[in-house]
């Protein structure tokens, strides 16, 4: 279980109260938030791309370091499209790179 400190970085704790309460917070305050953007249209529907700190490791390996963030695709040609990151900055580029992908998609769709 990982929290953001103060300066945004992950600290792992094991103290599962204080990684509930921290959760809560940051899901209510948006601060669990890199970025997100929406797409919508006529023909497109609503598309979203969201782009989130985890607060669990992803890797499930015991090797590795943890990967907290993670980049989703909810509706249009890419719906349930994901990559996870190691870092913040990796997870930010990742979004917009994804965000590039879904406007792809969608020109190719439309052609």
């Known amino acids: 279980m990982y929290i953001l400190n103060d300066?945004?970085?992950?600290?792992?704790?094991?103290?599962?109260?204080?990684?509930?309460?921290?959760?809560?917070?940051?899901?209510r305050d948006r601060?669990?938030?890199?970025?997100?953007?929406?797409?919508?249209?006529?023909?497109?529907?609503?598309?979203?791309?969201?782009?989130?700190?985890?607060?669990?490791?992803?890797?499930?390996?015991?090797?590795g370091?943890?990967?907290l963030w993670e980049t989703m695709v909810f509706g249009g040609p890419l719906d349930g499209e994901m990559n996870r990151y190691l870092t913040r900055d990796e997870a930010f580029k990742g979004h917009q790179e994804m965000c590039k992908r879904v406007a792809t998609a969608l020109r190719n769709d439309a052609g």
């Open 7 to 27: 300066k945004g970085e992950p600290e792992r704790t094991d103290d599962l109260m204080l990684w509930g309460r921290w959760l809560e917070d940051a899901t």
């Open 31 to 63: 601060s669990r938030i890199v970025a997100q953007d929406r797409d919508e249209g006529p023909l497109r529907g609503d598309i979203r791309i969201s782009t989130v700190f985890l607060g669990l490791d992803h890797n499930f390996s015991p090797h």
């Open 65 to 67: 370091p943890p990967v």
